[in-house]
């Protein structure tokens, strides 16, 4: 059996950034409460025309580069996304039209906030089983489109954004362990109301929009980020101090200190990004992972957790030997 190393990474982000300050012209918010109760100081807006697969496909060539591949070389595409440019086809197979490529399965994964980790977990069996040598694995949202800018509570929360993976085959992990689950009880608590099979007129109106009872995905989140790490510490026989980085999903810098408290880590290890990107949901973990390997912090050898948590409830996580 094979393992899966991560070979390129790529991110990309929005011209438009928009300030805590900004937010405070037009609803009844300040930049000291959005900062306090969530560490997030700004985030980037999508332009008008500006697609899922826009961002996508500039994340995905900048981890292309970075892994040295031709688009001819991936034999797999799966993004995870909960804002796809269209309901079908997937994001994956306008990413595969736009890359030039064909043949190869492209599809797309709707675990909320915790997409990127499962995406991950399939491109990793499909590399360990020799179904596919070399995938590309993106995380990429436009969850500005999906906000009620009337509503405070979770206007301040979203940004937009991509972050992609280079998945290929080697002798060594790479990806050491992958841990995904579920929850559906909890669809209330997070969720945008309205689809495909309510009413037609319930469409583009108010339930279009995210809704969320933040208290109680707050509390479940710390608790579930919490036993996800001793899975996966205790699932390769890992004490919590060898783990040199944890790169959480990034909605709450108060759910990440909690988090890193939890594994005993310093926030010196943790990679932080939600403060200026706020909650990318899927892109998140990749968009954090590229700053800190660009940045130079992220070093080859050293070992990465990765950790999610969103709606559904899904969670999942990634010990990973960079
Ligand atoms: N600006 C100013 N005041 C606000 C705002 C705002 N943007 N939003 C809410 N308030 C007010 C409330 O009305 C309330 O006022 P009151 O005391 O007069 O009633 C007060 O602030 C406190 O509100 P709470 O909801 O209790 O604030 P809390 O400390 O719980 O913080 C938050 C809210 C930031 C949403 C927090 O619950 C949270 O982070 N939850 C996690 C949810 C999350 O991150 N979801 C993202 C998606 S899921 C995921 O990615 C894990």
């Known amino acids: 059996m094979s393992y899966s190393r991560i070979t390129g990474t790529g991110s990309y982000l929005p011209e ?36 899922c697969s826009d961002m996508a496909l500039a994340a995905a060539h900048q981890a292309m580069e970075m ?3 031709e688009p001819e ?4 595409i ?10 079908f086809p997937s994001t994956a197979c ?7 490529i064909r043949g190869c399965p ?74 995904i689950h579920s929850d559906g009880r909890y669809e209330d608590l997070l969720h945008v109301p309205e689809g495909i099979g309510t009413s037609l007129e319930g469409l583009l109106v108010e339930g279009a929009f995210i809704r ?17 790490a001793q899975e996966t510490l205790a699932n390769n026989g890992i004490d919590k101090h060898d783990v040199d980085w944890l790169v959480p999903h990034q909605a709450n810098l108060r759910i990440i200190s909690a988090a890193a408290k939890k594994l005993d880590l310093s926030m010196d290890h943790v990679v932080v990004t939600v403060d200026e990107h706020a909650n990318t949901s899927s892109a998140s973990i990749p968009l954090a992972l590229n700053t800190a390997i660009r940045d130079g912090r992220i070093e080859r050898g050293q070992l990465l957790l990765f950790e999610a948590f969103g709606a559904g409830f899904t969670w999942g996580s990634a010990l990973v030997r960079y």
């Open 16 to 51: 438009r950034v928009v300030t805590n300050k900004d937010l405070e012209k037009t609803m009844d918010t300040s930049d000291e409460w959005i900062r306090e109760r969530t560490g997030i100081r700004r985030r980037h807006i999508a332009a008008d025309g500006e697609r």
């Open 67 to 69: 892994a040295e591949i």
């Open 73 to 76: 070389e991936i034999d797999l």
């Open 78 to 87: 799966i993004v995870g996304t909960v804002t796809p440019d269209k309901i």
């Open 94 to 100: 306008i990413i595969q039209r736009r890359l030039g």
């Open 106 to 179: 492209a599809f797309d994964i709707q675990a909320a906030c915790s997409g990127f980790i499962y995406a991950l977990d399939l491109a990793n069996r499909q590399i360990q089983t020799g179904a596919a040598k070399t995938a590309l694995v993106i995380g990429s949202e436009i969850l500005s489109r999906l906000t009620n800018w009337d509503d405070r509570a979770t206007a301040v929360l979203f940004g937009d954004g991509a972050g992609a993976v280079i998945l290929q085959a080697s002798d060594e992990p790479g990806i050491v362990s992958t841990h």
């Open 212 to 228: 969320m009872d933040g208290n109680a995905v707050f509390r479940r989140a710390v608790a579930t980020l919490g036993s996800i």
